[in-house]
Nanobody, 123 residues
Framework: QVQLVESGGGLVQPGGSLRLSCAASGSIFRVNTMGWYRQAPGKQRELVAVITSGGSTNYADSVKGRFTISRDNAKNTVYLQMNSLKPEDTAVYYC?????????????????WGQGTLVTVSS
């Protein structure tokens, strides 16, 4: 069993900052790519940022220059530092991870999603 536990969401004023965290735990052999996605009311889930185990990153155009994704491989944790927040950043943010988990037959791939954390940007 592998799970992702997110934290750090909340209410912030426009121009403010928040930091999201997501920790993977369970029968993990290795955590590969980790990322953040978001879903605003009435919209589809979209990519925010991803980071590989080697540290390569990719961002949605809408957050470039404002958000920074990072990770601590020793803790199987990914972070999302969000600065200069805008009302349009309001959404439920979901953590995602591509994991190699221990199985009864050895090791197998698994994609895991967190439960989501709400970020509200409003004055």
């Amino acid at each position: 069993q592998v799970q992702l536990v997110e934290s750090g969401g909340g209410l912030v004023q426009p121009g403010g900052s928040l930091r999201l965290s997501c920790a993977a735990s369970g029968s993990i052999f290795r955590v590969n790519t980790m990322g953040w996605y978001r879903q605003a009311p009435g919209k589809q889930r979209e990519l925010v940022a991803v980071i590989t185990s080697g540290g390569s990153t990719n961002y949605a155009d809408s957050v470039k220059g404002r958000f920074t994704i990072s990770r601590d491989n020793a803790k199987n944790t990914v972070y999302l530092q969000m600065n200069s927040l805008k009302p349009e950043d309001t959404a439920v943010y979901y953590c995602n991870a591509e994991i190699l988990q221990f199985t009864t037959k050895g090791v197998g791939p698994l994609e895991v999603w967190g439960q989501g954390t709400l970020v509200t940007v409003s004055s």
